[in-house]
């Protein structure tokens, strides 16, 4: 059978369109529905990025048990309402065997019960806020929670930049931005630093001078931070433009390589915790960054990290799955095989952690990780 080695996956919107690798018939189809354009779209271009890296890495070693890996991307926009399109067009039309994404957690809190209904497979590799794996036990995310990593931040700064009281700025209308204010504000009181002052904005939000002004009048020794990129590089600028020069705490928001743009010369200091690092030495990041760099002409960020391991764990699992071409009974059958694997990759050692719904029921699955904090400098995240 002779076939084009590039096919045209089809989608729904024209910008989502993508060149997919097959140099068969297309085989395995797995979905990635994420933000590739509007004020997310630096995580989700970092993170379809990468995957097209994994899936070409994966068939280029010869797939899955001689199978070839389709990735089906869609656009997702950063919105819950394109979020639940682009889901309904991948599990019931394309009929992909699992699906990855949203980018953001307050997409995923609407798209994911879809997934978990029609009992396909949903993996988030970005969504940290609380409780999203409790939807149900086809769900599950590689991204370390921001209840799992804002404590060990906000340890290690303090520690570091002898902080003994904080003030807090979040987003009060987002599911991660919310979900890490809750954090941020139960770690503070555990770990008993003292808050001068709580502050808020709105998503579209550019102009953050009254509340740090506030802030700077309250004399906190660091700012603690629960924002998206979009906000939360120009609140970086604008803090250090009105002489506001201490540490900056953030959650996920701030992880991504694009505050470099965003906040050029005032985005030092800045505090994030994540499994992933540049600066780890070990064989896989060092082949992941390398090959990452060597194809974007870029530094991977961690939502590519995690991405890319996402792509890897899935493939994992794939292989000790019989497929039976009845995408049904194989989207379970892929499900079971993921809750068990382990696997090595640029984030380190990765394995699932079965959570519990509100009623104690087993639910879906949370990373079994820890995270390492880094403090970005002239340019970089570094630990
Ligand atoms: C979430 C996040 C964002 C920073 C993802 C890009 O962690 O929405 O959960």
Request: charged letters at 20%.
């Amino acid at each position: 059978m002779t076939t084009s080695p590039w096919k045209i996956a089809s989608c729904a919107a024209a910008v989502a369109c993508m060149l997919v690798t097959a140099a068969q018939a297309a085989d395995i189809k797995i979905g990635s529905a994420q933000a590739l354009t509007g004020g997310a779209a630096q995580y989700g271009i970092s993170i379809r990025n990468a995957q097209q890296l994994a899936v070409e890495q994966i068939n280029a070693a010869g797939g899955i048990n001689g199978n070839q890996l389709v990735l089906v991307v869609e656009d997702e926009q950063g919105k819950k309402e394109e979020a639940i399109n682009v889901f309904k067009k991948l599990i019931f039309q394309d009929r992909v065997l699992m699906v990855f994404g949203p980018t953001l957690s307050n997409s995923a809190q609407a798209a994911f019960p879809i997934a978990n209904a029609a009992k396909m497979p949903v993996f988030g590799t970005s969504t940290t806020a609380d409780g999203l794996t409790t939807i149900g036990d086809y769900v599950f995310r590689n991204a370390v929670t921001e209840a799992d990593v804002l404590p060990v931040t906000v340890k290690a700064a303090v520690k570091a930049a002898g902080v003994e009281k904080v003030a807090v700025l979040y987003g009060n209308d987002d599911v991660f931005t919310k979900s890490g204010y809750d954090n941020f504000k139960k770690t503070l009181d555990d770990q008993n630093i003292t808050v001068t002052t709580t502050e808020t904005f709105a998503k579209g939000d550019l102009d953050f001078k009254a509340q740090l002004t506030k802030i700077k009048a309250s004399n906190p020794d660091a700012i603690v931070l629960s924002a998206l990129m979009a906000e939360g590089g120009p609140v970086m600028v604008q803090a250090r433009q009105i002489g506001l020069n201490v540490p900056i705490i953030g959650g996920n928001g701030m992880n991504s390589v694009k505050v470099f743009d965003l906040a050029e010369g005032a985005s030092d200091n800045l505090w994030v915790g994540s499994p992933w690092s540049a600066d780890n030495q070990s064989p896989e990041n060092v082949q992941f960054i390398a090959a990452y760099t060597d194809k974007y002409n870029m530094a991977p960020d961690q939502f590519a990290a995690q991405a890319y391991d996402g792509i890897f764990i899935v493939a994992e699992a794939l292989k000790n799955v019989p497929l039976t071409g009845k995408v049904e009974a194989d989207r379970t059958a892929l499900r079971d095989a993921l809750a068990n694997v382990q696997h090595t990759g640029a984030t380190g050692e990765f394995s699932f952690r079965r959570v519990n719904d509100k009623s104690g029921k087993p639910a879906g699955f949370d990373a079994n990780q820890q995270p390492i904090v880094s403090v970005t400098r002239d340019g970089r995240y570094t630990i």
